[in-house]
């Protein structure tokens, strides 16, 4: 089945039924981002939000999840992925980097973001909705059920903490580890928005090509880098904040009360600060432990089956 004719079977049921594979599923949803028209900014040029995205696959039954509910790694509010779906065998997890032309458009000084950066952050994410249903409904045209956690009404956050973690379930799907400023930091950067669904679908685990938490960032175990610590406009990231690096509360303050209230005729909000104009932006950094001989080649690589893909 070729590229066009795969985008024609999301809509014909009567199209026979092939078996799923990570590249398919990767293959799928890059189409989907290069040919919807939702990933425009509504303003101007309609200049494109998401590049291509990175698809991991993390088994449903992977002890990490548990761990998830330890108190200070998520919580025990997180639920598994088999509490979300009984039967759930896969969690397929996903990173989408912003088109280079909204990244670019963030001061590198003003303490405000981008008209195209707050457009991006909401419009993005109602398209990242739009990309949760879509693979939805390709995974039931593969006989199996999805869910998007994000999407359902049991989804909650309590105090910071929610019942599912976009960012944790990419961790464990092997997209990439944490940078202290709470991103995750993949081969295509920090600077997106993650997404995930769970189905009940059993798919091949991509590899996870870390083992700890922080592995992309040098900043915990070699006290280098840091160069999101000034940058954050609301002083919330540090060492004071002990092992999490961060206080996350500083962050709603400052995206809902300041850059809120700055785009309060667009109704846009959220800051970008601590991922933009960093090291880790576009890539992992160089300085990482993790010994990239050739990180442009692997960036270029992403998205080949071969490089997630068991
Ligand atoms: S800017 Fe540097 S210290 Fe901050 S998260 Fe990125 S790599 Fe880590």
Request: charged content about 20%.
């Amino acid at each position: 089945m070729n590229a066009a004719s795969e985008y024609a079977y999301l809509l014909d049921p009567a199209a026979p039924r092939e078996t799923l594979t990570w590249a398919r599923l990767s293959g799928f949803a890059r189409r989907f981002v290069e040919e919807d028209p939702r990933n425009a900014l509504p303003e101007g040029e309609r200049l494109r939000i998401w590049d291509a995205p990175l698809l991991g696959v993390a088994a449903a039954d992977d002890p990490l999840f548990t761990q998830l509910k330890t108190p200070g790694v998520v919580g025990p509010l997180h639920r598994s992925p088999r509490e979300w779906l009984p039967g759930a065998q896969s969690v397929v997890s996903w990173f989408l980097p912003y088109n280079q032309a909204v990244r670019k458009s963030y001061p590198k000084k003003s303490s405000m973001p981008s008209l195209a950066w707050v457009s991006g952050r909401r419009n993005g994410e109602v398209f990242n909705n739009a990309l949760r249903r879509a693979l939805i409904r390709f995974l039931e045209k593969h006989g199996g059920q999805g869910i998007a956690p994000s999407n359902e009404a049991q989804y909650q956050t309590v105090g910071m903490i929610p019942t599912w973690s976009e960012r944790h379930a990419a961790f464990i799907a092997g997209i990439g580890s944490f940078g202290i400023h709470g991103a995750l930091i993949t081969v295509l950067g920090c600077a997106g928005r993650i997404g995930s669904v769970i189905t009940d679908l059993a798919l091949p685990p991509t590899p996870r090509p870390y083992r700890e938490i922080y592995e992309y960032c040098p900043y915990p175990s070699l006290g280098k880098c840091g160069a999101c610590v000034p940058r954050r406009p609301a002083r919330a990231i540090g060492a004071e904040f002990g092992g999490n690096w961060r206080d996350n509360s500083r962050c709603v303050v400052q995206g809902r009360d300041v850059v809120g209230d700055f785009f309060k005729d667009w109704g846009y909000h959220s800051c970008g600060h601590c991922l933009t104009w960093l090291p880790c932006a576009d890539r992992i950094p160089r300085i990482s432990r993790i010994p990239l001989a050739h990180p442009q080649e692997t960036r270029e690589r992403a998205h080949e089956p071969s490089f997630l893909a068991a």
